[in-house]
């Protein structure tokens, strides 16, 4: 059979003339997920995927399956791409987390969801339609899936889409899904049911072994879900001299072994929820390990092991004002911040915090596009919608002026190093600053 995979993209991020892409490439690799489901795909099928941040899609050409996986706020054009192909005759088939968390939409829009990792179901879902149509389930569900070791013994995602034109230089990899913690406004916890899967370490060194870039962004949710494995798969992985990007939650610093291995493995970049600059709004939100009085020592741990932070932040949580936005300016350009991920609260579908805001009747949006961490879709209980969507840009603006990247970069250079204040620390501010100034959606 004939297959496409497709990842979308929003109207601002999508390529609309070969070759144009847009924004910085920095942020832009394949999506694992895609990559995944093609290597799990029987060697007997043609695939072809392709990603609407690099490539064009031709609604014209026939496929037998379509498959497409998307976030919230891409379901709409999720549902547009799936109307298009069916006029062609293909099977059209959603996954991914907005699939997952709301099935009963997606079911109307395909032929076919699959609600959970998709590793086990897909294969399922070609055999199927290879024994007939008709044969073909409306929802194919790992239903919770709660089997640790379920990721041992899979294929290794498929590699041909890596390097493509407007794609970052290296990898995306895979190794500990899920997470530990238990946020209220988090989907990752709502996909995996708050269960940790890893697959055994060999496996990791395995394919790492036929990887050749020396960059490898792993794309796990929190390596700190499981410290003593953290341990052991970059111990093993020390040897292949690569340069790792990451992410982990805050309390990763009090564990100053695991920092040491990380620093020899080659780690230089760590993306850390921090949130919030109020207690109030951690609490709130039971993001407990979270202590505003910490932050800055958890930069300066991964500073002093070499490694680049880059603090994903979320505004307009109930206790945030106008007061907050300068607030956490001064707080970070104090504690010399590497990168700021900069977004509007946003509650996703299948969440405990979205629950909340429904009951209160405070999501003011249900256009699924609205839902992409930069638009405001809640009524905020301290500041204007206004307030907020003026005071994220403005953050935007201050934090990635040349003046406070400089500022920033001169007082970590020597923690950093060359190559991690010029191809990390730098890159990364300006990519970001370029993006914010085209208004771009990826990344929030």
Avoid at 257 to 268: C, F, P, Y
Wanted: proline share 4%.
């Amino acid at each position: 059979m004939k297959i496409l995979l497709v990842n979308p993209a929003t109207k601002k991020d999508r390529l609309e003339k070969p070759g144009e892409y847009k924004g910085s490439s920095m942020f832009r690799y394949p999506k694992l997920g895609t990559l995944a489901v093609a290597g799990v795909t029987p060697a007997r099928h043609e695939i072809e995927i392709l990603d609407e941040t690099v490539d064009i899609l031709d609604f014209t050409k026939r496929y037998d399956v379509v498959g497409i996986s998307a976030v919230t706020a891409l379901a709409k054009r999720a549902y547009e791409i799936a109307a298009e192909f069916k006029k062609t005759g293909a099977l059209t088939v959603i996954g991914g987390c907005h699939a997952t968390l709301m099935p009963g939409e997606a079911s109307g829009y395909v032929d076919s969801v699959v609600v959970g990792q998709a590793e086990s179901l897909w294969p399922k879902l070609l055999s199927d339609l290879e024994a007939g149509r008709e044969r073909v389930l409306k929802i194919y569900s790992d239903n919770g899936a709660g089997d640790p070791a379920m990721l041992a013994g899979k294929p290794f995602p498929a590699r041909f889409k890596e390097g493509h034109p407007g794609y970052a230089a290296g990898h995306v990899l895979s190794a500990i899904r899920g997470c530990s913690k238990k946020c209220d406004f988090c989907s990752i916890h709502s996909f995996f049911g708050g269960r940790v899967y890893k697959r055994p370490v060999d496996e990791v060194c395995g394919e790492l072994s036929g990887l050749g870039s020396f960059i490898i962004n792993l794309v796990d949710d929190n390596i700190f879900s499981d410290p003593a494995y953290a341990k052991e798969l970059f111990r093993a992985v020390k040897k292949f001299n690569k340069h790792w990007l990451f992410q982990a939650s805050v309390d990763a610093v009090r564990d100053r072994r695991l920092m040491r291995i990380l620093a020899e493995a080659g780690a230089k970049g760590v993306f850390v929820g921090f949130e919030t600059v109020s207690a109030k709004n951690l609490l709130d939100v039971n993001k407990k390990h979270n202590r505003v009085d910490e932050f800055r020592r958890v930069i300066d741990v991964f500073h002093d092991f070499g490694i680049v932070v880059e603090a994903g932040m979320m505004f307009g949580f109930d206790d945030d004002d106008p007061s907050v936005f300068e607030a956490t300016y001064d707080f970070f350009y104090r504690a010399n911040l590497d990168l700021m991920q900069i977004a509007t609260v946003t509650p996703m579908p299948g969440t405990a915090f979205y629950e909340r805001m429904h009951k209160q009747g405070r999501i003011i949006s249900s256009d699924w596009d609205d839902f992409d961490c930069k638009k405001v879709v809640i009524e905020p209980l301290k500041m204007t919608s206004g307030q907020l969507r003026d005071g994220t840009d403005w953050l935007r603006k201050n934090f990635y002026s040349l003046s406070s990247i400089l500022k920033r970069g001169a007082c970590n250079f020597f923690k950093l190093g060359v190559v991690g204040t010029l191809g990390y620390f730098l890159r990364g501010n300006l990519g970001f600053r370029k993006n914010h100034s085209l208004g771009l959606d990826y990344p929030p």
